[in-house]
Structures are given as structure tokens and as C-alpha cells.
């Protein structure tokens, strides 16, 4: 069976790694039926139609960096270094390194990404989760034994954020409960469309 993974797929991993040679392989999240957990998130096995989006943004003028801020980051550790603009490797991304206690640290990405459903489509092994009223398509993929996570959230009909983190004996699903609150910070500082 070929691999549906892309260029921008790849490059992230890439990025979330901190620049180890890595690609993403194996199984993603299985398919779920809609549910609602205590927090409110709403996870659904669709994949198809238009996106929900709560309330449009823009990310005109928005800086990528500006998306997270430390105190965001805190649970998974300080700063390692100032976040850094990566747009050789994904355009209008920001590489944040944590030390979380490991030598190179944990790396998490936030971009101001893609269309939504061109992330569906090409992650279609991936599911969707609505957070903060807006889908989320949401891919976590193991490499050996790292896993990277992957949760693109819609903000209007045209673009959306991206947060992304890769931790080695990482459990996807904690690593998807550790982006949801990344994603409800950077959707907060993107101003109304």
C-alpha cells in the first residue's frame, strides 16, 4: 500500500523533531463515534461537508510566533530558547523548544496553515474533533517510538492553525488532550473576520 503522506506532512515532522531525519509512519487514530467528554470537546468519525467554525477569524497580520506564549507551554515545560519562525520548512510556522527535561527537548509547532479540507483529505486517515465550536482534524501517527500528533483547526473557509508536537513513548491521546488547550489559546489571538 502507498503512503498518502505529503511534502507538508513530512516537512512537519521534520520541524517537530527538531530537525532529526524522520518520517511519519504507522497507524493513525481510529475511527470514533461522536461523543462529548466533560471538557466540552466533541469528538465525531465524520469527515466530510463543510468544516464548523464557531466564529469566523482572520489570521491576516498575525504573526505566527504570537500564537502561544509561554505561559501556554507551561505544562509541558519552560522555554528552551525564544520560538522561532520556521517558513523554509512550513510557511507562517513558530517552533517553540521545551525543556522537558530530555537533552533536545520537546518541541511543539503552531502555524497559520492550510484549508481544512485540504488537511482532511490529505490526512484521511486522521478524525475530526470540534473545539471551541470549530472542526478540528486531528492525526497521530507512530515512527518507531515517537509519535507525532497532528490538529488542525478551522477558522474560516480559507485557512487554519496548526499545532503540532512529537514526544518519544507518546500516547496519542494525551497528546491530543495537551494540543486542545494550545489550540484554544492560538484560536483566542487570531481577531474576528
Known amino acids: 500500500?502507498?503512503?498518502?503522506?505529503?511534502?507538508?506532512?513530512?516537512?512537519?515532522?521534520?520541524?517537530?523533531t527538531a530537525g532529526c531525519s524522520y518520517?511519519?509512519?504507522?497507524?493513525?487514530?481510529?475511527?470514533?463515534?461522536?461523543?462529548?467528554?466533560?471538557?466540552g470537546t466533541t469528538t465525531s468519525a465524520g469527515g466530510g461537508g463543510a468544516p464548523r467554525i464557531a466564529r469566523p477569524r482572520t489570521v491576516v497580520?498575525?504573526?505566527?510566533?504570537?500564537?502561544?506564549?509561554?505561559?501556554?507551554?507551561?505544562?509541558?515545560?519552560?522555554?528552551?530558547?525564544e520560538p522561532a519562525r520556521k517558513d523554509d520548512v512550513i510557511q507562517e510556522s513558530c517552533q517553540y523548544v521545551l525543556d522537558d527535561g530530555t537533552p533536545a527537548g520537546r518541541t511543539v509547532v503552531a502555524a497559520l496553515y492550510q484549508k481544512y479540507e485540504q488537511v482532511r483529505q490529505r490526512q484521511e486517515r486522521g478524525h475530526?474533533?470540534?473545539?471551541?465550536?470549530?472542526?478540528?482534524?486531528?492525526?497521530?501517527?507512530?515512527?518507531?517510538?515517537?509519535?507525532?500528533?497532528?490538529?488542525?483547526?478551522?477558522?474560516?473557509?480559507?485557512?487554519?492553525?496548526?499545532?503540532?508536537?512529537?514526544?518519544?513513548?507518546?500516547?496519542?491521546?494525551?497528546?491530543?488532550?495537551?494540543?486542545q488547550p494550545l489550540l484554544r489559546a492560538g484560536l483566542s489571538r487570531l481577531p474576528n473576520a
Open 61 to 81: 497580520g498575525v504573526e505566527p510566533c504570537s500564537l502561544l506564549s509561554a505561559d501556554d507551554l507551561k505544562a509541558i515545560g519552560p522555554l528552551k530558547k
Open 1 to 16: 500500500m502507498t503512503s498518502s503522506r505529503s511534502a507538508p506532512a513530512l516537512a512537519l515532522a521534520l520541524i517537530v
Open 128 to 179: 475530526e474533533v470540534v473545539v471551541e465550536g470549530h472542526s478540528t482534524w486531528v492525526y497521530c501517527d507512530l515512527s518507531g517510538q515517537e509519535m507525532t500528533c497532528t490538529a488542525t483547526l478551522a477558522v474560516n473557509a480559507n485557512r487554519s492553525i496548526l499545532v503540532a508536537m512529537a514526544q518519544p513513548g507518546g500516547v496519542d491521546e494525551q497528546m491530543i488532550a495537551t494540543m
Open 23 to 39: 518520517t511519519v509512519n504507522g497507524d493513525a487514530l481510529p475511527q470514533v463515534d461522536t461523543t462529548t467528554s466533560a471538557a
